[in-house]
């Protein structure tokens, strides 16, 4: 059965650090485009990150380039997303997705249940 399982969220204050992961199981990260999305209250969903199969190539929103980090360690089947300087806009569900390189900051075929991320004094 495919599963993803985010991991990681919490309560942080602004400037702060929290390291997301995301954990997969029923298919290979390694053979699969992987991304980060997140959704505030009363907001749309929106693309975070994204990094290519072979870990090479990654994708960041504008609003968290040199802030966030996307990784991945195909060995243990899971995904990064390493957030520095955190921000109170930056508080929201955030989700793992299994997507494509193409659309990868657009959408995703299979999604885990998300952890929340609090930036606040």
């Known amino acids: 059965q495919l599963q993803l399982v985010e991991s990681g969220g919490g309560l942080v204050q602004p400037g702060g650090s929290l390291r997301l992961s995301c954990a997969a199981s029923g298919f290979s990260v390694a053979n699969y485009a992987m991304a980060w999305f997140r959704q505030a209250p009363g907001k749309e969903r929106e693309g975070v990150s994204c990094?290519?199969?072979?870990?090479?190539?990654?994708k960041y929103a504008d609003s968290v380039t040199g802030r966030f980090t996307i990784s991945r360690t195909n060995a243990k089947n899971t995904v990064y997303l390493q957030m520095n300087s955190l921000k109170p806009e930056d508080t929201a569900v955030y989700y793992c997705?299994?997507?494509?390189?193409?659309?990868?900051?657009?959408?995703?075929?299979?999604w885990g249940q998300g952890t929340q991320v609090t930036v606040s004094s």
């Open positions: 990094i290519s199969s072979s870990g090479g190539f990654t």
């Open positions: 997705a299994r997507s494509s390189w193409g659309l990868c900051l657009r959408s995703g075929d299979y």
